[in-house]
Nanobody, 120 residues
Framework: VQLQASGGGLVQAGGSLRLSCAASGRTFSSYGMGWFRQAPGKEREFVAAISRNGGRTYYADSVKGRFTISRDNAKNMVYLQTNSLKPEDTAVYYC??????????????WGQGTQVTVSS
């Protein structure tokens, strides 16, 4: 499966962005989906994950209550709604497909990333 992330940009603190990830292939619904992020000089970290049918979601503590992951299997899309953004949310955000997990090694397919920059 190929993944294409989009929707990043520059936003002020407190603002919102909706990140999208378009997947190719007819097996999209077979994969758990995750969002990860990587800030300059830091390791890639887990943000959120969603099960194959969307029934289960998981979040990093740092984004819980502010971010929402969702998916539309009919459209081969996964979304990350980011609200109440903080400067520390600044990073390149990646979508990934694989086994639902907070560990990046459980995801076999990765998108190219989309930059989110939050100004204070």
């Amino acid at each position: 499966v190929q993944l294409q992330a989009s929707g990043g940009g520059l936003v002020q603190a407190g603002g919102s962005l909706r990140l999208s990830c378009a997947a190719s292939g007819r097996t999209f619904s077979s994969y758990g989906m995750g969002w990860f992020r990587q800030a300059p000089g830091k390791e890639r970290e887990f943000v959120a994950a969603i099960s194959r049918n969307g029934g289960r979601t998981y979040y990093a503590d740092s984004v819980k209550g502010r971010f929402t992951i969702s998916r539309d299997n009919a459209k081969n899309m996964v979304y990350l709604q980011t609200n109440s953004l903080k400067p520390e949310d600044t990073a390149v955000y990646y979508c990934a497909a694989g086994s639902i997990s907070g560990e990046s090694t459980r995801y076999a397919y990765w998108g190219q990333g989309t930059q989110v920059t939050v100004s204070s």
